[in-house]
């Protein structure tokens, strides 16, 4: 039938369905451009800062042939090119072949996180609150809220993919080339939002929804890196995995953009199975079925810290096993011979000299740590926040409804997060890192690891504080948590090369660590990161004990 026919047979007047569907779509959108774009600009401007960090870092780092064929060979083992990609170009190591070969995986991923998020937030997060039944009473169609969603990510990774072009052309890196990778970026990621437009289907928690789309990106990244393994330049594994096909566009060696039509097809396939889904079930219902909980709770959960431990347990596993993965991966680099890989590094120039000193071994490990901790400073600022989602839900008010005092509960929540926060730095990190060097044949003391896992914990403890202390007092100024962590990561990188006074730099709770164990720990300034630590979580405690809650 064609779409004459269509038309003639069609009631005057009558609207076709696809309009219907998607009616309000353009007001929705304008409202979470509004109401999002603050978050949406942290993300794409932190993304892009990171591109031009790389891919100034490493100019500066390996200037000459020489250098990055070094830096080529010291990642060409199995753990090498598990993290970074294929290896296109490695046998004439250039800037862009080694920018598109080790970080596209990475800005890929967290450009995929940023689109499960936002999907999740938009859609799953909505109905889960009522506010989608709002909404809904008004004239808007059924498929317009996840419309309006994913055009929302549509335009965040445009602009992430625009001004990220611009910035790694203006850094002397080819415009065709860069401008094909950073497309497939693009449309890499939009698969995943429409993957996460799928599970929102799935199950009725925006917790449950993220996690499966998160467990997609984990398997993706999983059979990336395996299929790599197999076979230089990626093995038919490989390209089971959307993951991978950005990087076989051979950005920078070898163009090719077919590889994009792929991620298309993709995009579109996911949609239209979320489309389809969204179809088959009533607003706030999902297609898995809920398992059927207990009718009553266990004793044990009549405790507050129970019941926090019940609440952030599945977190903290993703969490763990996320870092395990990758600091274990990252530990088999470190086996025999690699100190004498690393001295090659440190000699190349004054900046590796600077960066790696007297001893790169030590100088490693505390670069892995650090980002190790870093991810953990995410993980306690983020689940730290999560009583606050309990309070404007209604259930911390139903916590509080029982003879419980509002300090046991606030630190009975603080425990958890900070006992968390330890596992992921103590086991996630050191005993990982650990264990991968022990299987490649290294030789790293764990107590050393451990050391820096505990200073580093300490580090943390004062971010967790300092986020109580701002959801306890003035709830609304909880982001300023984040603009700590942005200011920390900031004097980590770039500190030196800013030359920020000391007095500045002091503000960030990761500075009093130092480089350790390149450097040895100030016992004082440990005692003073705990006393600080202490003192945030007093006022934070005085705070919540004063105030009225915003629901419940």
């Given at each position: 039938m064609t779409s004459e026919t269509v038309a003639r047979t069609r009631p005057m007047g009558q609207t076709p369905i696809w309009v219907s569907a998607t009616a309000g779509t353009g007001h929705l959108l304008r409202f979470l451009l509004r109401r999002d774009w603050r978050r949406l600009a942290v993300w794409v401007g932190s993304l892009a800062v990171f591109c031009v960090y790389y891919a100034t870092a490493t100019s500066a780092l390996y200037p000459t042939a020489e250098d990055r064929q070094n830096r080529a060979a010291s990642i060409s083992n199995p753990g090498g090119v598990f993290l970074s990609g294929p290896g296109y170009g490695t046998d004439a190591y250039t800037a862009g072949a080694m920018f598109a070969n080790e970080m596209t995986i990475w800005l890929i991923v967290l450009l995929a996180v940023m689109n499960i998020l936002q999907i999740t937030r938009n859609t799953r997060s909505e109905e889960a609150s009522g506010r989608a039944e709002l909404v809904r009473a008004l004239p808007v169609g059924r498929h317009a809220a996840q419309v309006a969603a994913f055009l929302l990510v549509v335009i965040a990774d445009a602009a992430f993919a625009l001004l990220g072009s611009g910035l790694l052309v203006a850094a002397g890196l080819p415009v065709a080339d860069t401008v094909a990778m950073m497309a497939g970026l693009l449309t890499t990621a939009l698969v995943f939002a429409g993957v996460a437009t799928v599970t929102c289907q799935l199950t009725p928690h925006p917790r449950g929804a993220s996690g499966l789309a998160m467990a997609a990106l984990g398997l993706a990244l999983m059979i990336r890196g395996l299929g790599d393994i197999v076979q230089q330049h990626g093995s038919p594994l490989s390209w089971f995995s959307p993951l991978a096909w950005p990087q076989q566009l051979r950005a920078y060696v070898d163009l090719r953009v077919w590889p994009l039509g792929l991620s298309v097809v993709a995009i579109i396939l996911t949609i239209a199975i979320g489309a389809l889904l969204a179809s088959r079930r009533d607003l706030g219902d999902a297609l898995l079925p809920e398992r059927a909980g207990r009718s009553d709770a266990a004793p044990a959960l009549s405790h507050p810290f129970a019941l926090a431990l019940r609440q952030q347990r599945t977190s903290l596993l993703s969490w763990l096993v996320g870092c395990v993965a990758m600091f274990g991966l990252t530990g088999l680099f470190v086996g025999e011979g690699f100190g004498d890989v690393l001295r090659d590094i440190a000699d190349q120039n004054d900046l590796t000299a600077a960066i790696f000193g007297?001893?790169?071994?030590?100088?490693f490990l505390g670069l892995m740590m650090l980002h190790n901790a870093l991810a953990a400073a995410v993980y306690a600022i983020a689940t730290t926040l999560r009583i606050k989602s309990e309070e404007e839900e209604g259930r911390l008010g139903m916590t509080l409804s029982r003879p419980v005092p509002r300090a046991t509960v606030l630190l009975s929540h603080l425990t958890v997060v900070g006992l968390g926060t330890f596992v992921l730095v103590a086991v996630g990190g050191a005993v990982a890192l650990w264990i991968?060097?022990?299987?490649?044949?290294?030789?790293?003391s764990l107590g050393t690891l451990l050391t820096s896992a505990g200073a580093f914990s300490l580090a943390i403890d004062v971010m967790l504080a300092f986020t109580a202390a701002l959801y306890a007092w003035t709830p609304r100024a909880t982001p300023l948590a984040w603009t700590l962590f942005a200011y920390v990561v900031i004097d980590t990188f770039f500190g030196v090369l800013l030359n920020l006074p000391d007095a500045l730099r002091a503000l960030s709770p990761f500075w009093w660590i130092?480089?350790?164990?390149?450097?040895?720990?100030?016992?004082?300034?440990?005692?003073?990161?705990g006393t600080a630590a202490l003192a945030l979580i007093v006022v934070a405690v005085a705070g919540f004990r004063r105030r009225d809650l915003s629901a419940g």
């Open positions: 007297g001893d790169p071994l030590a100088a991968g060097v022990f299987i490649s044949g290294g030789d790293v130092r480089e350790y164990p390149a450097t040895p720990l100030n016992p004082a300034h440990l005692i003073g990161l």
